[in-house]
């Protein structure tokens, strides 16, 4: 069976079918998109008829809604890992630079490690099952798609052996550990991933909604983040300190799909 | 032509002066929406001033731009438990990045006014560090790593109380 790719859209579609190229020779791309209109090119469109590229919707969402990554990632989780061991998560604005010397580096590595993350939040990461089973889902408590991926990463690092870790997070509570190399492919910068006119990123999305001035969606992401582990997300350093004087979540975690949870992680 | 970068260019002041030098190019950096706004106007009677609306920082990615009640806005968040933080989200890009986007291969002049963030924008420049020429930077405490960073990378510093509004002098720096 071949590696499964999942790649979480926002209705760009450029962006998307570039992505497909990247991933499509190599992997099982999966879409899960969180707009209501998918728009494939026709060699994409064909591989979609064919039944080789599989589009899931989030029923949940709706083209005024925002985006809310953390669902979606445990969405993704869901339906990837009933017959799966690993799986690709990527967002849609993720560039790839040269796809093929990219996925000879993620072949080379991903036995050697159970997580592969980077290099600015949950724009990419490969993952096994035995991470979603020791660590747990994304904490749907963070809103918009902010903190969550923080939140996440957090607690693998906390609660997982971290020879089977690989890290190169640049955001600036990341980190680097045991890093392969990620940051030659993917850049970051905002020219790589607006190839869409009327490109959003999923910050802003949120704040064409509820205001630039006040962003209580995000603003609740950051102080949920603080109430959990005692101190802010950005700017106290990476996140892997545990110089806050507490190793743990000061809120617990919940299960929030207990009947995949004991059927499929047990 | 002069290449100046200067990070954070607030409402203009400073950057105005650097374009009465006729020979100067001007990149100004500025995430408030309401600042980068007043300079993108200006910008329009000013051919060689590009302003653009990000701010610098140790990654290429976006991250909370914090607003104060004095009206500053710094990537730098408040105090933990000083109470709820407003923030909006803006891209941040480092120096590094920038530059090579950009084809900018000597900087003549770098003025770094970012509250509490002088050091990760220094840090931002990579290796590229060796090609900046000479520069001000504002520093906003005083056990600021700056100097000593400034220092290791081959510069000569002096404090600059000259235009400075913040509590702790500027230091200029230079190359030998």
């Known amino acids: ?266 | 032509m002069k290449t100046i970068i200067e990070v954070g260019a607030h409402r203009g002041t400073e950057t105005l002066n650097f374009l009465t030098d006729h020979e100067a190019e001007v990149w100004a950096f500025e995430p408030s929406l309401v600042e980068f706004a007043l300079l993108h106007r200006l910008s329009r009677e000013y051919p060689r001033l590009t302003v653009l609306p990000f701010a610098v920082d140790i990654g290429d990615n976006q991250e909370p731009l914090f607003h104060r009640e004095n009206g500053q806005s710094t990537l730098q968040p408040p105090a933990f438990g000083s109470g709820a933080a407003s923030f909006t989200m803006t891209w941040t890009i480092r120096l590094d990045t920038f530059m090579q986007l950009y084809s900018i291969g000597h900087v003549d002049y770098l003025r770094i006014d970012a509250p509490l963030r002088e050091e990760m924008i220094l840090e931002s420049l990579g290796d590229r560090i060796n090609d900046i020429e000479r520069g001000r930077v504002s520093r906003y405490e005083q056990r600021s790593a700056v100097p000593a960073f400034l220092c290791d990378h081959g510069f000569n510093i002096m404090s600059d109380t000259v235009s400075n509004n913040t509590l702790c002098p500027d230091i200029k720096f230079w190359r030998s």
């Open chain 1, 1 to 266: 069976m071949s590696l499964s790719c999942w790649i979480l859209t926002f209705n760009r579609p450029a962006a998307l079918n570039r992505q497909i190229a990247a991933f499509g020779r190599w992997t099982g791309v999966k879409i899960f998109s969180n707009h209501p209109e998918i728009q494939l090119t026709s060699e994409h469109a064909d591989f979609h008829k064919a039944g080789d590229l599989p589009i899931l919707y989030n029923s949940l969402s709706d083209p005024e809604a925002t985006s809310y990554c953390a669902r979606s990632w445990n969405n993704i989780f869901l339906k990837g890992f009933k017959d799966q061991d690993e799986m690709i998560c990527v967002q849609d604005d993720t560039q790839i630079n040269d796809w093929e010397r990219f996925r000879d580096l993620i072949l080379a590595n991903k036995d050697r490690y159970d997580l592969i993350w980077g290099p600015g939040g949950d724009q990419f990461f490969y993952m096994k099952k035995k991470v979603l089973q020791t660590v747990g889902w994304f904490d749907e408590r963070y809103l918009g798609c902010y903190c969550g991926d923080a939140d996440w990463l957090k607690r693998i690092w906390q609660q997982y052996d971290r020879t089977k870790l690989s890290v190169y997070e640049t955001h600036d509570w990341g980190f680097v550990h045991n890093d392969i190399g990620l940051g030659r492919f993917i850049p970051t910068h905002i020219q790589s991933k607006a190839i869409d006119a009327n490109y959003v990123n999923q910050h802003h999305e949120i704040e064409q909604v509820v205001g630039v001035n006040t962003n209580r969606i995000l603003e609740h992401s950051q102080a949920f983040y603080c109430s959990k582990w005692g101190h802010m997300l950005n700017g106290t350093g990476p996140i892997s300190q545990n110089r806050f004087g507490s190793d743990g979540s000061l809120i617990a975690e919940i299960d929030w799909y207990p009947w995949f949870t004991q059927k499929y992680l047990k």
